[in-house]
């Protein structure tokens, strides 16, 4: 694909709304954090769910290595975090994590799920890892999530 097509893709694609997600693992005994858009859940029994990561990213590594990963879901208030995951680093930002059976995610989330690797599959420059979900919950006080839609938007709650 030439890099024209490329780009008019990329945009397409960016016109189906998603939530936005930091996935989570280790690597050399450090968390590592990046945001994704997508993620699915696959089952509810058992509970399953998916994430789709590039194969050149060091999550890639860090899921095939540990078979375990996290998944918390933004609120309409993390737009930095989700900034900061995706390679726009902000040496500023404060940035706190809870471990959950083993895996780290975000301690403030609009939802969050930690998963153990059942099953990965490699398409075109991606791997989908699903992973069966081994905890998970969200913060009844937030309920206004952050949304891509050609740029971060928000749907405010009544």
Do not use: W
């Amino acid at each position: 694909m030439d890099e024209q097509t490329f780009k008019k893709f990329r945009n397409t694609c960016g016109k189906f709304a998603t939530g936005v997600t930091i996935v989570t693992s280790t690597s050399h005994k450090e968390t590592l954090g990046m945001t994704a858009n997508g993620f699915m859940s696959v089952s509810l029994d058992p509970a399953l769910i998916v994430v789709s990561i590039g194969k050149k990213q060091k999550m890639h590594d860090a899921i095939i290595k540990n078979k375990n990963f996290g998944v918390s879901i933004l609120t309409s208030k993390q737009e930095a975090l989700s900034n900061h995951f995706a390679g726009q680093k902000d040496p500023n930002l404060i940035v706190n994590f809870q471990k959950v059976n083993g895996v780290e995610v975000l301690e403030e989330n609009l939802a969050h799920f930690v998963a153990e690797l059942v099953s990965s599959h490699e398409e075109g420059d991606h791997t989908l890892f699903i992973g069966k979900v081994t905890d998970f919950d969200f913060n009844e006080k937030e309920s206004d999530p952050l949304l891509y839609f050609g740029g971060y938007k928000t749907l405010k709650s009544n």
